[in-house]
């Protein structure tokens, strides 16, 4: 039913001259709502009748409603002070056309002295005798003196002007101006070298160099001499440092003191105070910002209560929320033991790209938080054996290279195992494992330790098989110290041929197969005993990805008045310079994408980025909501200082865990990952490139999965206005550029 929660301007009517004058200097302002589900075609709700708010019960001068939702519909105008009561009626009919019009049934609607006459009702329209239409009506009222109007009207003007977007839909296509072969003719002229700017570094480097160090390499003794310069530091000579390579090694669970009344949790060996038969009930994840619980000490056997855990402390949790965490917290109550690890195992023949698929799962888990780890047996025998080997050393009837070989299989297995025990969530065991012996003996390995799947990759394109051939002659370091290319070619394909006479297809235990799924054109995945909610997103991850090479420009939107008056969130138009860079985007992108007329233009729903990229022409433009940027909550529409000054709580605890933090009523930077999830599937399943014109913590979010950059950093990633991020994805992984259009 209508209602009317308006205000009864009469009530004291009968008091002293000065409250009529009072009531007199006022202006009343109404506010009228009608709201429905069910949309009829194009009609529209309008408002008509009598002055002050028509002036005339024409049905053509009606006053049209704005949708304000999208089953509100609002319109909201002041009253002068010698108006008080106002008759008026509802109908329905196009925006721009009379044809049809609908009067709402009933008598007209009277208000009077701030407050709806009558008995409140539906609006009710009749299309015929068996069409029925009814909107429910809100009526408002508030009595709004002169000052209070002229002041809200200023920050309407400044603030909270109307969007400009309005009316464009979710998705389009402008075509290009007659004449126009790329875009405007009025383009701005732009060379694109010139804009180029220096980028994080990104030459291109070898897949499985970037791979785990073998343990047994930090503790020595276990390799040749020719490694003994890397045995000291314990790092890779291959990549830096990392700090989780520079962390100290906790003593295994077992040997932790269980005090008395603790629970162990199985997967780390961490404790909570609860008792064994109800520790099922206890589990607790930690997803805020200073929440304090129990951290085990690796120095002693007492338990110390604080927001931080020692850094030698494990946390079996992934560092996400939402779908993530919730998964993590059901595999750890109900799951057995070994299914919270989990070993992704490759299997198949050389040049396949194993490595390269591998690599990109590795980075996909860690970015949604998943403790991950990429362990390659061929940079275990490299530092072994060297890398002098010979095709011979691979031939099936070589005892002496098959045992070295599954050496280091086990070496391999053995660190993953390990570090599996010591917390880590997910290792990628990348090999040919081609044959049922060797993966059979690692499945007897991981027996109570993790779960396996295999993850077999099965290549029939001679092309693509040829070019992952030339670019291991080029990149491995099997043949750095060749320098006949030729000899080092023939070398590797006897190396293959010897593969293919042993290689044996998984039939066993849980696996995936992906087939002549590289390319991006077709093909087919088979799965076997995959379940649970990690396996799951591992093959839709792996269904949607493939090489073929294309840029994706990641660029915030044009500076806003906003970003002017250094707000945060909001919904504001551009600034002066903010309509520039449109314009320099707009020819940016038409002289880049000239030949690539499949491309596409993502922006988020916000204003400011529909704005930027409403010029470019020729290219499908997508609204994403998951674009949007980060939800500020009640902080909407404040600078830093002024939170810093009204809330310095949250200003303190934003500024201890930005990763962490959530907003009160918004979002943290792991709830921005968890949205954002489709938008990369959609990106590695895109073969044509794609310009997304986004907001600072989205780009950070986006741009650190590409760069495989750690979760903890994403908050503090730099994301200038005006410049555009160029990845290049393709086989030989992720590359970068960045041009500046504008300071």
Known sequence: MGTSSSKNLDSSSHGSGEEKDDHGGGQLYVSLKMENYKLKGDLVPHVYGSVPLVGSWDTSKALPMERESTSMWELSFVVPPNHETLDFKFLLKPKYNNVPCIEEEGPNRQF?????????????????????????????????????????????????????????????????????????????????????????????????????????????????????????????????????????????????????????????????????????????????????????????????????????????????????????????????????????????????????????????????????????????????????????????????????????????MDDMTAWMQEG?????????????????????????????????????????????????????????????????????????????KIYEPVNEGSYIKMIDMVSGHGGQIQVNNISGYLPGRIVFFLVNTHLTPRPILLTRHGESRDNVRTRIGGDTPLSGNGELYAKKLTNFVEKRLKNERAASIWTST???TILTANQIAGFPKIQWRALDEINAGVCDGMTYEEIKKNMPDEYESRKKDKLRYRYPRGESYLDVIQRLEPVIIELERQRAPVVVVSHQAVLRALYAYFADRPLKEIPHIEMPLHTIIEIQMGVTGVQEKRYKLMD
């Open 424 to 500: 880590g969530q997910v290792g990628i065991f990348d090999a040919t494992n081609s044959t049922s012996e060797r993966r059979n003996m690692l499945i007897k390995m991981a027996e109570g330790k993790c779960k396996i799947i295999f993850l077999e990759t099965i290549c029939n394109d001679r092309m693509i098989i040829e070019r992952n051939i030339r670019l291991k002659i080029q990149q491995s370091p099997d043949y750095a110290d060749e320098p006949d290319f030729e000899a080092g070619y023939q070398d590797f394909k006897r190396r293959l041929d010897n593969y293919e």
């Open 606 to 608: 916000l204003q400011r």
């Open 112 to 412: 009077m002295g701030g407050k709806l006459q009558g008995v409140a009702r539906l609006a009710v329209f009749k299309f015929s005798t068996d069409e029925v239409l009814e909107y429910q009506v809100f009526i408002k009222a508030n009595r709004v003196s002169p000052f209070d109007l002229a002041a809200s009207w200023r920050a309407y003007q400044e603030n909270l002007e109307p969007s400009t977007v309005r009316g464009i839909p979710d998705v389009s296509i402008n075509s290009l101006p007659e004449g126009a072969e790329n875009g405007s003719s009025t383009s701005l002229d732009l060379d694109l070298e010139q804009y180029l700017v220096p980028a994080p570094a990104t030459a291109v480097v070898y897949a499985a160099n970037l791979t785990e160090t073998p343990r047994s390499l930090k503790r020595g003794g276990v390799f040749s001499n020719a490694d003994a310069s890397t045995k000291d530091t314990g790092v890779s000579v291959d990549r830096p440092a990392t700090i989780k390579e520079m962390e100290e090694v906790i003593p295994d669970p077992p040997k932790l003191f269980n005090p008395p009344g603790m629970v162990e949790s199985k997967s780390l060996g961490t404790f909570s105070a609860l008792q064994k038969q109800d520790s099922y009930r206890g589990m607790y994840v930690d997803r805020g910002v200073g929440s304090p619980r129990l951290v085990k000490s690796a120095s002693a056997h007492t338990l110390t209560t604080g927001g931080k855990p020692d850094s030698a402390a494990k946390n079996s949790m992934p560092a996400a929320a939402g779908a993530v965490a919730a998964a993590a917290v059901a595999d750890q109550m109900l799951g057995p033991k070994e299914d919270m690890h989990l070993a992704i195992v490759l299997v198949g023949l050389p040049a396949r790209g194993k490595t390269f698929t591998a690599a990109k799962l590795t980075r996909y888990l860690r970015w949604l938080g998943h403790d991950t780890k990429h362990f390659n047996v061929g940079k275990y025998r490299r530092l072994k054996h060297g890398t002098n080997q010979s095709a011979d050393f691979f031939r099936g009837d070589n005892p002496e290279g098959m045992e070295a070989r599954n050496e280091v299989a086990a070496l391999a």
